[in-house]
């Protein structure tokens, strides 16, 4: 599927899936998003959908890569210090959907399945939506696009 290229602020940290220490860094800044009420400072929002944005892939995702929490903007015109903002290019994508309890790891079970394939993926950018359906944390679904060459 063909996305079109949006534009996301929000908050990032420079992490790496070795020695598990993305399971450090991306709670963390979960916790900072949501304590920072940063969905609120974020400006020019298109909509209320939170988004992980894995991106800057050093190689692929054995290596070191930034994620990206926030909202997808109309621009990058007014970034508020200490965020980050990011044009996610409209490139051609595999979406895959993680559903069930959040707090069983469905989502991370979804990636250890995108991992373990052998998709032909290009590591540009791969984004986590939570959207209306990911309201309710117990009975969830979040889409995940992977970026894949055609």
């Known amino acids: ?5 949006f534009n996301v602020i929000g908050i990032s940290v420079r992490t790496t899936n070795e020695n598990g220490q993305s399971g ?4 963390a800044l979960l916790k900072k998003f949501i304590g920072g009420g940063i969905a609120e400072k974020i400006p020019n929002k298109v909509s209320n959908d939170v988004i992980f944005v894995y991106t800057d892939y ?6 070191p890569y930034t994620t990206i929490l926030g909202c997808a903007v109309e621009s990058l015109d007014s970034i ?7 044009t996610i290019e409209g490139v051609h994508y ?15 079970k979804e990636w250890m399945k995108i991992w373990n ?8 950018s791969d ?3 939570y959207g209306e359906k990911a309201q ?8 995940i696009f992977i970026a894949i060459n055609r």
């Open 58 to 63: 050093e190689k692929d995702h054995t290596k």
């Open 127 to 129: 984004f986590e939506i």
């Open 24 to 27: 450090q860094d991306i709670p």
């Open 117 to 124: 394939s052998d998709l032909d993926r290009n590591f540009t």
């Open 80 to 86: 508020p210090e200490e965020m980050t903002g990011k």
């Open 136 to 143: 309710n944390p117990e009975n969830a679904e979040v889409d």
């Open 94 to 108: 595999k979406k895959f959907t993680a559903r069930g309890n959040l707090s069983e790891g469905v989502v991370y």
């Open 1 to 5: 599927m063909n996305i079109q290229k």
